[in-house]
């Protein structure tokens, strides 16, 4: 079955998803990132290698954080950014997604970011869109996230070097995680030998243990020894659909204090996709200590989504 | 009108019939299998040498989209589609706009059909008023319309006390019950099935007990009211298991299987293919697996299409956006004759499966070549092969798995009431 992110010669067409990419293409999207995490750094924060190019945030299900870094990088590669919100423009007077998508198509656009609410969204697009048009998926239902968690692998890289002796710990609603499944599926890729999943049964999918992982209840046995601790965020809906019975007892279960932080590794790092719920997640202590890498993920966040646009744009 | 059918290999397996013999038609019925009757001259005479014979095929489910739902596909299409594929009687469930939940919209229904002549048509009236699961419908007069059967397709019932008392209703009069046996508040805004495709795909799910547990709940009022109930669309190895043991109990259900169901599973979905997006999902190769063993060993009585014309916008969406649905009363013969041959059963078995069987589910007088009863008959050519092509199919529904892909078994003439309606 052909995989529909890359073209004949294997290069990255799109980046819909990390399940299905092979390593050294992951690598490559960490190794170009490494140079553009000096752009950033600089006092002219631009290089021209997308001069000319248009690309249009597509976001179909609001974001200002995602939208934003996508746009930044778009920026810094000197490309012409166009931000569509499309619950307000046409797709509520009923036009269909894939109109919208054709009508842009005819403007010219050379990449389309988009985010969706529902999983599958950005493949559709993908199948759709003409030859020369690439697609990056900014996040499709729970289906998956792919430059968060490349930027999660460009993180852990910086800190840690070697995902052959690492165990890494997932915490939260894995079910509803279109970040998790994207990091589940670069983890194992990139051979990190252990990677845990820490939720309450109501918050994981079926027969997650097929996707390579360790299934763990029980937060102070899942964190024991662990290098890296992804941090999920809790949404309020988790509550409302009898999934959960409170935000405080979800912090007293799974949520990440200094006690439970110290049954990993003391040189354990804490990262979070971000927005952070203080006190239901995570708590400020953690969030703001010495081991938590939260700010530069979003640092790293831009420089990775510098590599995707630029790989992409090369092929 | 006479017909001279010669040299077909007729299968007729409510008779127990297989071999080759010629069939004799006057005036819309069959008048002699093998031995010519007296001073008979035909007009018309099929050649069918190396060709199969049986009867018009019955399907349980086809969704003829009138009244209402016209821009999906209308009934003069529908129709053609179903003589196309070689069936000759068919019940369309209740789920038009408005729902068949009255006589006047029964009687409109049947007479447009009957108008076309081509296949018979047999409505399932809703079981509730407007579908919606709360008051009865008055079941005797739609029965009177032309109703076989009483069910909610696929507005699954919410409230237990109501299913019961409509099932005891039915019952009082000896009305036929379908339900598709699913929970709704368990299936909630699931769209695939519970299991290691959904999870990676990050599709809302339906686990099999939302299945089962309706299965059981169907199987226990059954037995309270003793009401004749037919299980729509089993799609799960534990949901067949309830059955046998159901019958094996003395329990009289039957049970259908929707014909993708038998040979597709979770992993086509692929990457998000809307056109897998069917009710019930499609389920695990170890469920798929089980319904083709209840199959055979007969814990599943009949395979029905389960026609779903999508119009192509309603496809083009997001998988858990997308119409669920596949368009299939042309398929439904050679997805039979797949199975049968990928686990080298006899023709005549699997003919019976969309046959005779079916039509002992629905009560009527059709799925035999018995001497007397009206010429519907299907003829085909099991050996030919053929393109699943959308400017082919006669349905306007062009939304199946199927698509692009070849299939063997093509029907070369479809006979109803003696005429001949299809012609390849």
Redesign the interface.
């Known amino acids: 079955?052909n995989n529909?992110q890359l073209n004949e010669s294997g290069e990255l067409q799109h980046l819909l998803t990390t399940?299905g990419l092979p390593a050294p293409i992951l690598l490559k999207i960490l190794d170009t990132a490494e140079s553009f995490v000096g752009v950033t750094e600089r006092d002219i924060k631009k290089v021209p290698l997308l001069r000319g190019k248009s690309i249009f945030n597509l976001f179909f299900e609001p974001s200002t954080r995602t939208r934003t870094t996508f746009e930044i990088a778009a920026k810094r590669l000197s490309a012409d950014v166009v931000n569509l919100n499309i619950a307000v423009s046409s797709q509520s007077k009923g036009e269909?997604?894939?109109d919208t998508v054709n009508n842009l198509s005819a403007m010219h656009a050379d990449m389309f970011i988009v985010r969706?609410s529902?999983?599958?969204?950005a493949?559709?697009i993908a199948?759709?869109v003409r030859p020369e048009i690439h697609v990056i998926n900014a996040g499709?239902?729970?289906?998956?996230h792919p430059t968060q968690a490349l930027l999660d692998m460009f993180t852990i890289r910086r800190y840690k070097c070697d995902f052959h002796n690492l165990r890494v710990a997932i915490v939260g609603d894995i079910l509803h995680s279109?970040v998790a499944?994207s990091q589940i599926h670069a983890l194992t890729t990139l051979g990190v030998p252990e990677v845990r999943v820490i939720s309450p049964k109501t918050l994981l999918?079926?027969?997650?243990e097929?996707?390579g992982v360790h299934v763990y209840h029980d937060m102070e046995q899942g964190l024991k020894d662990v290098d890296v601790l992804l941090m999920l965020r809790l949404q309020n809906e988790r509550m409302l659909s009898a999934r959960l019975p409170s935000a405080e007892e979800y912090f007293k279960h799974y949520g990440l204090t200094q006690e439970k932080l110290a049954l990993a590794k003391h040189d354990a790092i804490v990262m979070h996709p971000g927005p952070m719920n203080r006190g239901i997640e995570i708590d400020s202590a953690v969030a703001d200590g010495k081991q938590s890498v939260i700010l530069p993920q979003v640092t790293f966040g831009i420089a990775v989504r510098m590599a995707v646009m630029t790989i992409l744009a090369g092929n | 009108m006479r017909i001279f059918i010669k040299n077909g290999r007729v299968i007729d397996p409510r008779n127990g019939i297989d071999a080759v013999n010629n069939i004799y038609i006057v005036a819309g019925k069959i008048v002699a299998i093998g031995t010519e009757p007296d001073s008979f001259q035909a007009n018309h005479i099929i050649d069918a040498k190396g060709l199969v014979v049986c009867p018009g095929l019955v399907d349980l489910s086809v969704r003829l989209r009138e009244p209402g739902l016209e821009y999906k596909a209308t009934l003069e299409s529908e129709m053609r589609a179903a003589v196309a594929g070689g069936v000759t009687s068919l019940a369309c469930p209740p789920d038009t706009d408005p729902p068949l939940d009255e006589p006047g919209l029964v009687e409109m229904l049947k007479h447009r059909a009957k108008n076309l002549n081509q296949a018979h048509v047999y409505p399932i009236g809703a079981l509730t008023q407007g579908l919606k699961g709360e008051r009865l419908t008055e079941m005797a007069e739609l029965q009177d319309a032309g109703c076989v059967a009483f069910s909610q397709s696929d507005k699954l019932l919410l409230d237990t006390r109501v299913m019961m008392q409509a099932m005891q209703y039915a019952s009082t009069f000896g009305f036929r019950v379908w339900l598709r046996p699913e929970d709704a508040s368990i299936a909630d805004s699931g769209v695939a099935h519970?299991?290691?495709v959904?999870?990676?795909?990050?599709?809302?799910?339906i686990?099999v007990c939302a299945e089962t547990i309706a299965l059981s709940k169907i199987v226990l009022i059954a037995r309270e009211t003793g009401a004749k109930v037919h299980l729509c669309r089993v799609s799960s190895a534990e949901g067949v298991a309830m059955v046998r043991a159901a019958r094996q109990q003395g329990l009289p259900i039957t049970c259908d299987v929707a014909a993708n169901h038998i040979h597709l599973s979770e992993m086509d979905i692929?990457?998000?293919d809307s056109n897998c997006h069917l009710v019930p999902p499609l389920r695990g190769i170890s469920d798929r697996d089980a319904l083709r063993a209840g199959l055979v060993d007969g814990t599943i009585d009949a395979v029905c299409s389960d026609h779903a014309p999508v119009d192509e916008?309603a496809k083009?969406?997001?998988?858990?956006?997308s119409e669920a649905g596949a368009t299939g009363l042309e398929l439904l013969l050679s997805l039979i004759l797949k199975w049968a041959e990928e686990i080298n059963i006899p023709l005549a078995v699997a003919v019976a499966k969309i046959t005779s069987e079916p039509a002992k589910i629905l009560g009527v007088k059709a799925g035999d070549l018995s001497v007397g009863t009206a010429a519907d008959l299907c003829i085909f050519d099991p050996g030919q092969h053929w393109r699943v092509e959308a400017p082919i199919l006669k349905s306007q529904g062009k939304n199946t798995p199927f698509l692009d892909m070849e299939l063997q078994g093509k029907v070369k003439y479809t006979l109803a009431d003696g005429i001949i309606v299809y012609e390849d």
Do not use: I
Request: proline residues 10%.
């Open positions: 079955m529909p399940e269909t997604m894939l969706h529902q999983s599958g969204a493949h559709l199948r759709h499709d239902g729970r289906h998956a279109r499944r999918p079926s027969k997650v097929r996707l | 519970d299991g290691e959904a999870t990676r795909l990050g599709l809302p799910a686990p692929s990457f998000f916008d083009l969406l997001p998988f858990g956006e």
